[in-house]
T-cell receptor, first 119, second 114 residues
Framework: GAVVSQHPSRVICKSGTSVKIECRSL??????MFWYRQFPKQSLMLMAT?????????EQGVEKDKFLINHASLTLSTLTVTSAHPEDSSFYIC???????????????FGPGTRLTVL | AQTVTQSQPEMSVQEAETVTLSCTYD???????LFWYKQPPSRQMILVIR????KQQNATENRFSVNFQKAAKSFSLKISDSQLGDAAMYFC???????????WGAGTKLIIKP
């Protein structure tokens, strides 16, 4: 199956700093990428959907200026947590999909996640 | 709006036994997909099985099978011959159309007793 990587897998930062998380599709072109946040023992919460070359579409309640998403190429999307605070500590997961026009179904592939801890 | 409900926060089963995880959903669409994902302690999401709503036949992948009841909007996962490696969080998810966003259930933690 297709492989999606995330970097870094773990990051610890001080409050007030910005952190960038990369999501790469290694062996396919990701037309669409999704960013999720997962709190301990909870389900995935969709934060935003990004299409290559377009602005990301954010879910209600997600601060656009706080969580900057850039989908600059068909293999790379980045999530930047700006001026991070302890409440931003969480597990962030990306997923990627190659959309085939006319296809009934396009599978989503998940990255291994990034654990962010803000001190 | 579509919703996915997993009413079992936690289930446990003896190794080698069979366990069924429940999932119900609500939608007004007639064409959609249903998924079961596994999230082991590594946190990597793994697709276990997928069901197309237009297919009457229940999907099967080795020890994993589903009971898809479209009229009842029910989509349960049966794991046969449970193994220690099956211990994980299991999430039921729904998607519609080729450009779907997944709608997730709350998850069920599966514990395998040796």
């Amino acid at each position: 199956g297709a492989v999606v990587s995330q970097h870094p897998s773990r990051v610890i930062c001080k409050s007030g700093t910005s952190v960038k998380i990369e999501c790469r599709s290694l062996d396919f072109q990701a037309t669409t990428m999704f960013w999720y946040r997962q709190f301990p023992k909870q389900s995935l919460m969709l934060m935003a959907t990004s299409n290559e070359g377009s602005k990301a579409t954010y879910e209600q309640g997600v601060e656009k200026d706080k969580f900057l998403i850039n989908h600059a190429s068909l293999t790379l999307s980045t999530l930047t947590v700006t001026s991070a605070h302890p409440e931003d500590s969480s597990f962030y997961i990306c997923s990627a999909r190659q959309d085939y026009r006319g296809a009934a179904y396009n599978e989503q592939f998940f990255g291994p996640g990034t654990r962010l801890t803000v001190l | 709006a579509q919703t996915v409900t997993q009413s079992q926060p936690e289930m446990s089963v003896q190794e080698a036994e069979t366990v069924t995880l429940s999932c119900t959903y609500d939608t007004s669409e007639s064409d959609y997909y249903l998924f079961w994902y596994k999230q082991p302690p590594s946190r990597q999401m793994i697709l276990v099985i997928r069901q197309e709503a237009y297919k009457q036949q229940n999907a099967t992948e080795n020890r994993f099978s589903v009971n898809f009841q479209k009229a009842a909007k029910s989509f349960s996962l049966k794991i046969s011959d449970s193994q220690l490696g099956d211990a994980a969080m299991y999430f039921c998810a729904y998607g519609t159309g080729s450009n779907y966003q997944l709608i997730w259930g709350a998850g069920t933690k599966l514990i395998i007793k040796p």
